[in-house]
């Protein structure tokens, strides 16, 4: 308990406390002390795993050494299995096909219309009928605050990321040009429709890493004013809404206006996050439609510009902490791709790089001494 509780200090300070030489073999065991803090308070794997509840919401038997509570509990918890099986998921299925449905077969008819106004306003009013459909098939309930923050036309609106459904959470209360990678299936059948009626930025597969090409392609759709503000996640992966991670940087480094969205869910009715390493897309889907509700709030916050002298990732950066602040969420420095990846060897190398200047700064003062 008193190794997490300990202030946070700097490499140089706690070894100069341990050490009064060049070099001395305790500064092994002050590497060792840092690696066991790190396991002990890891701030960085637990925000991609479900976040604990204080009390149990009758959705899922969690605590599986004890199987049995009460009978009281065990005849409610059986009572909500067969509300949420046998009436909710029915109905809900229901409403999701006829909201893609619908999606698919109106943006598809809209698609044939010409360009203009027309075509806009009725694409504009499908999207927002389909996806507030889909919205219902969740049984999700949303508080929207400070709406005259929304997202204008040109603009880039950025959020945090918990789950896929945070684009319809968003979308069923106005209109975005959507960003992603092109699907197969039906994704691919929903994506191809939709770009028909509305200009959504899809990606081939081979074009998703290269940056320039990405760059120039949202440039290009914020510098015409007409068109909708452009949806990102920057965080790049779905967090379990108990933190933010660090956003990247390519979003920030067009020049146009940042409209920061802050979306926090309560997970005593359903727990919206998608732990897409444990669950696939539909299994996840499933989870959502057997849940008693999902219910959360979105905050429009003020739109942001980079100020002078800031470059992208300072500005990324107060974009995030102005999110984590309004939501009540963790601001974290790390990479959100952690979640699949080893940390960078260039984050090694930094420390190593400073234990090494400690080491020869140690050695100057000697010599001048």
């Given amino acids: 308990r008193s190794i997490i509780a300990k202030e946070p200090t700097s490499l140089e300070e706690e070894l100069k406390e341990i050490r009064r030489s060049e070099f001395a073999m305790s500064d092994i065991f002050y590497f060792c002390r840092r690696g066991v803090e790190s396991i002990v308070d890891d701030e960085v794997t637990k925000r991609f795993t479900a976040e604990e509840l204080e009390s149990w919401n009758l959705l899922t038997r969690s605590n599986y050494n004890v199987q049995h509570i009460s009978t009281r509990l065990t005849v409610l918890w059986g009572l909500g299995v067969v509300i949420r099986y046998c009436f909710l998921l029915p109905l809900r299925l229901t409403l999701a096909i006829t909201g893609v449905t619908l999606l698919v077969v109106f943006t598809t008819i809209i698609g044939f219309l010409p360009n203009g106004r027309m075509k806009n306003f009725l694409s504009e009013k499908v999207h927002l009928m389909c996806y507030r459909i889909c919205v219902r098939a969740l049984t999700a309930i949303i508080t929207y605050h400070h709406s005259e923050n929304k997202p204008k036309n040109g ?3 950025v959020a945090n990321h918990t789950s896929p459904i945070d684009v319809i959470i968003l979308a069923s ?3 975005y040009a959507m960003v992603g990678q092109i699907h197969g299936g039906l994704m691919g059948v929903i994506q191809r429709s939709m770009v028909k009626a509305c200009p959504h930025i899809w990606f081939e597969r081979s074009e998703v890493k290269d940056r320039h ?4 392609r949202l440039s290009d759709h914020v510098e015409d004013k007409s068109k909708l503000p452009i949806l990102i996640f920057p965080e790049g992966t779905c967090i379990n809404n108990t ?4 956003f990247k940087k390519g979003s920030f480094e067009i020049a146009s206006t940042i409209y920061p969205v ?3 869910y309560d997970p005593r009715f359903g ?4 732990n897409s390493s444990k669950f696939g897309m539909v299994n996840y889907l499933l989870h959502m439609m057997s849940s008693w509700a999902i219910v959360c709030s979105v905050w429009y916050l003020p739109p942001m510009n980079r100020q002078e002298g800031e470059d992208a990732v300072q500005f990324a950066n107060r974009v995030k902490a102005a999110i984590a602040r309004q939501g009540g969420l963790v601001d974290l420095l790390w990479d959100g791709g952690l979640k699949r990846s080893k940390v960078k060897e260039t984050f090694k190398e930094e420390q190593q790089k400073l234990y090494s200047r400690i080491l020869v700064g140690t050695h100057e003062d000697r010599s001048r001494s």
């Fill in 155 to 157: 603009g880039i609106c």
């Fill in 173 to 175: 209360d106005g209109c």
């Fill in 243 to 246: 933190s933010v991670m660090m």
């Fill in 213 to 216: 090409l990405v760059a120039k």
């Fill in 271 to 274: 727990d919206a996050f998608w």
């Fill in 262 to 264: 802050a979306i926090k």
